[in-house]
């Protein structure tokens, strides 16, 4: 164990502004070096999410200190940039969330500072949408996404609606920092805040607002209010999280009557308790809806994450099963439809450009290109895409479309700055209404795609390695693939090694390596900025679904075979 560790966890127990329960707990792990090394090795940092970690008490945990301490740093830095600052706050329904939101406030409040709190749960998009229209300097989301249980998270915004980019995370992270001790923290009552006009609650006319503005974005809103919609069933599961109303609200506004809930998971629960994860890109997720939907004959399933920025969607194939549709698949059926939508309607933008990330399939760039729109790539985090739209609104070069990424993160529209799984739901329901008046299911219209644009098939890999050693296993990684780059992967030459670490095709440096292959296949591997893992990401594109399977198998074990090697 480091003497830093050790250090930081005697200055803990000894700290008179720590209060009982955290020293009990503290107190509990005595001699428990791994354990005291994980909590109390370094501090927590910001990530493609902002900050996010287990809770508990630690330098290297989530709990009201390390809130407090971001917070006051995150005052300080907005108390340099505007006159009169302002922040909006939201949270999802974790554990502890609605406690470091309001923890959250209060010191912003004793900064003088004035802050919009919602009265409870809602979507990280509503909190995006919100600092835009509420003309707000930053915002902050109390949530872990849909990481397990024990997590939970911190997220800034900045005046945009937008996660911190690099240059103003850096600058944020340089004044937290600054705050080194906890009595550098300041707090006021709920009632002092309250009273100074420094805590305001909204009201549910915000909520009013971003519903209207979300179904505004439809691009079919007419036909689906004329009848379009009633002749869908959909099941929808917002698994104990925060998309149940507004995704709700939204599909009968837009006049989908027939929408079946799935009520084990309607309610708030911190503990996800009908789930091994609170994540739609699992199978396991949807096990009651799947079941739901068997009952009810539904045409599609809807799952959102806790904070309900990611949507995944679940549809018959041919044999009348119910398969998850990958973030990509359903990136390329949202891309397709909307586009094509628009084309139709004469609406269809020169200048319209789709944003994805670098380790989204190629599939719904093809499409978008087919439809004349233009794409562009950017690194991973929806941060970046959300940057993409503030610099394409302000310049009038480019009209954004839609934005995504793999992890079933979706955005069409320019009211939010964020993924958005409310107007995603809307979407890919559009969609199922759209094509089911044709006689199609979204199976149908995948299909149809592949043979139009080719089978593309993608795999995500990911090992956990917790801990000190973890971050070493995972940096061990990177640079044995970095200095010793493959001539070639399962039989098939490397064409091309993209390195962005030092900064890439005007993109931010970032740990990233892409390997292109010959045959139009790549891989990728990156650490996640959010979890203790590396992701390794595959993708290949055949002329059957027979040929991409036997090719991402090949790849995939390849590859796998020397990361697990150095794991």
Not at 103 to 110: F, K, N, P, Q
Not at 383 to 398: L, P, R, V
Not at 528 to 540: H, L, N, Q, R
């Amino acid at each position: 164990m480091t003497q830093n560790a050790i250090e930081r966890y005697e200055a803990w127990l000894g700290d008179a502004l720590i209060d009982e329960a955290t020293k009990a707990e503290l107190s509990s792990i005595s001699g428990n070096t791994k354990e005291i090394e994980d909590r109390f090795y370094r501090d927590l940092e910001f990530g493609t999410g902002g900050l996010r970690g287990v809770m508990g008490a630690g330098t290297n945990r989530l709990n009201q200190y390390t809130v407090g301490k971001a917070t006051q740093g995150l005052a300080n830095w907005l108390s340099e940039r505007t006159d009169k600052p302002s922040v909006v706050i939201a949270h999802d329904s974790r554990n502890n969330s609605p406690e470091f939101a309001l923890d959250s406030a209060l010191v912003l409040a004793a900064n003088g500072i004035k802050t919009y709190l919602f009265t409870s749960l809602r979507p990280t998009p509503q909190l995006s949408f919100a600092v835009r229209s509420l003309g707000a300097s930053s915002g902050i989301v109390i949530t872990a996404s849909h990481n397990p249980p024990e997590y939970n998270g911190y997220k800034v915004y900045d005046e945009n609606g937008c996660q911190l980019v690099p240059a103003d995370a850096e600058q944020a992270i340089g004044h937290i920092a600054q705050v080194t001790g906890f009595d550098q923290v300041k707090r006021i009552s709920r009632e002092e805040a309250e009273s100074q006009g420094l805590l305001v609650w909204l009201s549910e006319e915000e909520d009013r607002k971003y519903v209207d503005t979300v179904v505004s974005n439809s691009p079919n809103l007419e036909l689906l209010k004329n009848g379009l919609a009633k002749d869908v069933s959909v099941v929808f599961t917002a698994l104990h999280g925060s998309g149940n109303l507004p995704v709700r609200g939204v599909l009968a506004a837009a006049g989908f009557t027939n929408v079946h809930i799935v009520p084990e998971q309607e309610q708030p629960d911190g503990y996800f308790s009908t789930v091994k994860s609170p994540n739609p890109e699992e199978r396991e997720a949807f096990t009651l809806a799947i079941k739901l939907a068997g009952e009810v004959g539904a045409d599609i399933i809807i799952g959102t994450d806790p904070d309900a920025d990611r949507v995944g969607a679940v549809v018959r194939n041919n044999e009348g099963e119910y398969v998850v549709l990958s973030g990509n698949q359903s990136g390329a059926i949202m891309v397709n439809y909307l586009l094509s939508t628009l084309q139709e309607r004469g609406q269809l933008p020169a200048n319209g450009i789709v944003v994805k990330t670098i380790v989204t399939s190629e599939m719904g760039a093809d499409i978008a290109r087919h439809y004349g729109a233009d794409v562009v790539n950017t690194l991973t985090g929806f941060k970046y895409i959300g940057e993409k739209m503030t610099q394409f609104e302000q310049s009038g070069a480019k009209t954004f479309l839609f934005g995504y990424e793999e992890s079933y993160g979706y955005l069409a529209g320019t009211y939010a700055r964020d993924k958005d799984a409310v107007i995603g739901s809307l979407l890919i329901a559009e969609a199922a209404a759209y094509y089911k008046a044709q006689g199609k299911t979204l199976y149908d219209v995948l299909l149809e795609l592949y043979e139009k644009f080719g089978t593309y098939l993608e795999h995500l890999e990911s090992r956990t390695l917790k801990g000190l050693d973890g971050v070493q296993q995972i940096a061990g990684i990177m640079t044995d693939w970095r200095t010793n780059p493959p001539a070639e992967v399962a039989g098939v030459k490397v064409s091309q090694v993209l390195d962005y670490a030092p900064g890439l095709g005007g993109l931010p440096p970032e740990n990233v390596l892409k390997f292109l292959l010959e045959d139009g296949s790549w891989f990728c591997l990156r650490p996640s900025g959010t979890e203790p893992k590396i992701k390794v990401y595959f993708a290949v594109r055949g002329t059957s679904r027979q040929e991409a399977s036997a090719a991402i198998g090949a790849l995939t074990q390849a590859v796998m075979e020397r990361v697990d090697n150095k794991a």
